[in-house]
């Protein structure tokens, strides 16, 4: 009997010894510092100004059809970093469509963002699904423009398409969205 009073002594000594090693969680802001001296920095600081490269349908290319051009032209645009992240951002600034006059919107009015998550190097684009449709052209401007703009971002080799949260064969039934697309996919 004095030994087990003895171990669970020692077992109970050490499960206090150890929970007490444990220490207290924090909530560390951007550029605090924690209790080893190192500063903690969120890659995507918010409120910060960035530039992004956002890629729209080339107007001419839309009205000629000429394979010739290119049919992305790319628009500099500074940026703010919100809560949101960068890679959705840069699809809500798509939305927005172009500055230049040579260059026409990608993303219809009537198309509306759920979000934009990025995990191990793929950007999900997940739109509504009411709205989604239209012809190959419209499809592969949409998609081309995505992927170009978000492939940008050093965080970013892939977009996976979602519509309403789960993936789809095409999003307006032309091109292939079940697996993530690449650079050199498109």
Do not use: W
């Not at 924090?26 to 992004?52: A, S």
């Not at 190959?136 to 892939?158: F, G, H, P, Q, R």
């Amino acid at each position: 009997m004095k030994k087990i009073i003895i171990i669970a002594t020692i077992v109970m000594v050490l499960v206090l010894t150890l929970a007490g090693c444990k220490s207290p969680i924090k909530n560390i802001d951007q550029g605090q510092q924690n209790n080893g001296g190192d500063t903690i920095v969120n890659p995507e600081p918010q409120g910060e100004t960035v530039k992004l490269n956002l890629y729209y349908a080339n107007q001419e290319y839309v009205q000629t059809g000429n394979e010739s051009l290119d049919k992305l032209l790319v628009e500099e645009r500074d940026v703010t970093v919100t809560d949101k992240g960068l890679a959705e951002v840069a699809v809500q600034e798509l939305m927005k469509g172009p500055q230049n006059k040579k260059a026409a919107g990608v993303i219809p009015s009537r198309i509306q963002l759920i979000g934009v998550e990025v995990a191990d190097n793929i950007a999900y684009v997940n739109f509504s699904g009411s709205g989604m449709n239209g012809g190959s052209l419209e499809e592969m401007l949409l998609i081309n423009s995505i992927v170009m703009t978000l492939t940008e971002l050093d965080n970013i080799k892939a977009v996976q398409f979602l519509v309403d949260g789960k993936k789809v064969e095409t999003l307006m039934g032309h091109i292939y969205t079940m697996e993530p697309l690449k650079r050199d996919d498109i």
